[in-house]
């Protein structure tokens, strides 16, 4: 039986928040589960654990596989979110809306009931230092890299932001796990067709103007020359570097079920576990004791030297843009990345907090450690603030870590600006790109689940921006589109229409004009934490003056 998870937060009178905020030792993620249903709070282990158990906690199943039970799996099949309960997080937000006024409305467009509707509001953003990235919509997707799950679904993905009008990431190690890559005789990359692929599918749909795509790295493809080869062999415009993410902090891994796989990575300067060079662990595999390997990337060191000078590096390459991911660290580590990509003039800096989502992590790491979202955006905005009263002017920001719906999406807007521009949304923007893709493979097979055939038995049916897009590419032409593509594009049409509906509710019909002033804290928590009045004291003194005229 598998109990689910659940927190109880009880604040007493200090406002301190009591119980488990999560329960370790099983979750749905390791496969995993408690026998019993009275359980140890602070361990997670049944109340009663009987000798003789047939399973399976994660004690249980570690007893036997080890380390596997680190990991979410199976391995290319999913992706994982962490289920710790924060005691704060946005839904301590609301959005605020008024009676009068509208702000932002296009010059000389004079607000009143049939202009400040909520179809006028503008949604799009930019970002970059000097030369701009416009999106549709304030959303991006994080970084799909060298996971399975992130190569088979790439073309989805990729199509889908490109017709929507979005960035869309290429994460770290691609060509260092693609099976076909060749290397020169520098052991610089030569060739990688996956690589090529993944760069090829979004520019066959990109429309020049909105969004483009980014390549990361990490430390294996800078050893590599991944920045090299794609602006030499591809004219890619953005280099990102990585620092870290919200769901880890010890570098990229992946699974990898083949020995000669395992060799081959690790003679390119990954490290394998276990290693696979040893007669033993090839014994063992051969034997069938051990299944699967794993890929793991090195850790990062920085300084503020090292840094600048890796920017300058990449600008004299060519790129247009530089940007930064970093992840849910301490406050220092915040600060470094804002201050340094300040001096840097760098075009984006990602912050990416804690819980992440991954296609795979460990999972007591994404639980357990690194700063919040909510806590690390508040921290963000002060560190900004500081910034630019010392007359530094701060890089476009993007805020990551657990969002999906557009009222969190713009609370986090809202609390970050005027310096936070985008959202990044990773596993979210995942999703439609199964979900078309799935109803592409159950609608051949003849198989459509009652979920999805009650809306209709084909693709015109079933997909509601369907005509839309056949309008917009042709009736042959949108037939050579991924559902899965379509499935992002008609995720990415919700998300602006309530986007659109919450901002006009708020009366701000363009995104340069939200304010931290439109949202209210419903608890002291938050409002101590982000710095945003509290219910029962935004805008009091103004509201006091009206009652007493």
């Known amino acids: 039986m598998n109990i689910p998870c659940i927190s109880i ?4 009178a200090g406002g301190i928040v009591v119980g488990n905020l999560r329960r370790p030792n099983a979750n749905e993620a390791t496969g995993t589960f408690n026998r019993s249903r009275d359980v140890v709070p602070v ?12 399973g399976g906690c994660e004690i249980w199943l570690a007893s036997f596989r080890g380390r596997e039970v680190l990991y979410p799996g ?39 009931p049939d202009t400040a509707v909520f179809t006028n ?32 679904n790439w073309e989805h993905i990729a199509v889908g932001a490109a017709i929507s009008g979005i960035t869309v990431v290429c994460g770290e190690n691609v060509a260092g796990v693609d099976p076909d890559l060749e290397l020169d005789s ?30 990361q790295m990490n430390v294996e493809d800078t050893r590599l020359g991944v920045a090299e080869y794609v602006i030499n062999k591809h004219g890619i415009e953005t280099i990102e570097l990585k620092w870290g993410q919200g769901a880890k902090s010890i570098g990229g891994e992946i699974k990898v079920r083949s020995l000669e796989d395992a060799l081959e990575l690790k003679r390119r300067g990954y490290i394998v576990l276990p290693d696979p060079e040893l007669p033993e662990v090839q014994q063992a595999f051969k034997e069938g004791e051990i299944r699967e390997f794993e890929r793991h990337s090195r850790l990062g060191f920085v300084s503020k030297e090292s840094f600048l000078k890796e920017v300058e590096r990449l600008r004299s390459l060519g790129f247009k843009r530089i940007t930064l991911k970093t992840g849910a660290y301490s406050a220092v580590d915040l600060a470094m990345a804002l201050r340094y990509g300040a001096e840097a003039k760098v075009d984006l800096i990602t912050v990416d907090g804690a819980p992440g989502g991954t296609g795979m992590s460990p999972w007591p790491m994404m639980n357990e450690w690194g700063i919040p979202t909510f806590y690390l955006e508040s921290l963000t905005y002060q560190f900004a603030e500081k910034l630019s009263k010392r007359g530094i002017r701060v890089p476009d920001i993007a805020i990551a870590g657990g969002f999906s719906t557009e009222d969190a999406v713009l609370k986090a807007l809202m609390m970050g600006s005027p310096y ?11 999703i439609p ?3 078309g893709k799935n109803i592409g493979e159950w609608l051949k097979k003849g198989e459509l689940p009652k979920t ?53 509710g708020a009366r701000k019909f363009s995104l340069s004009v939200l304010s931290r002033k439109d949202l209210i804290a419903l608890t002291k928590e938050a409002a101590e934490i982000s710095g945003i009045p509290y219910v029962m004291e935004s805008y009091r003194e103004e509201a006091e003056k009206i009652l007493e005229e």
């Not at 361990?43 to 047939?54: A, E, L, P, V």
């Not at 000097?130 to 992130?150: H, N, Q, R, W, Y």
């Not at 936070?420 to 995942?430: D, E, F, S, T």
């Open 121 to 152: 509001v503008d949604t799009t953003t930019e970002y970059g230092w000097d030369i701009k990235v416009k999106m549709k919509v304030p959303i991006f997707t994080g970084a799909l890299g060298s996971t399975e799950i992130a190569r088979k």
């Open 452 to 504: 999805v055939s009650k809306y209709g038995k084909t693709v015109e049916e079933i997909f509601i921006t369907y005509e839309e897009l056949r309008n917009r590419f042709g009736s042959e032409e949108v037939k050579k589109l991924p559902l899965g593509a379509i499935g992002v594009y008609t995720f990415v049409q919700k998300f602006k229409t309530g986007l659109q509906q919450l901002m006009a």
């Open 9 to 12: 937060k009880i604040p007493d």
């Open 186 to 215: 520098n052991r610089k990359v030569k060739k990688s067709p996956e690589l090529d692929r993944r760069i090829e599918i979004y520019k066959r749909y990109h429309d020049g103007e909105y969004g483009e795509i980014l390549i």
């Open 43 to 54: 361990s997670g282990i049944c109340s009663r654990c009987i000798d003789g158990c047939t």
């Open 433 to 435: 790109a199964m979900v």
């Open 74 to 112: 199976p391995f290319g099949e999913i992706t994982a979110g962490a289920v710790k309960d924060y005691p704060v997080d946005y839904s301590h937000l609301n959005i605020l809306g008024y009676a009068h006024g509208a702000e932002g409305l296009p010059e000389g467009v004079e607000p009143g």
């Open 420 to 430: 936070v521009k985008a959202v990044c949304m990773g596993r979210a923007l995942m």
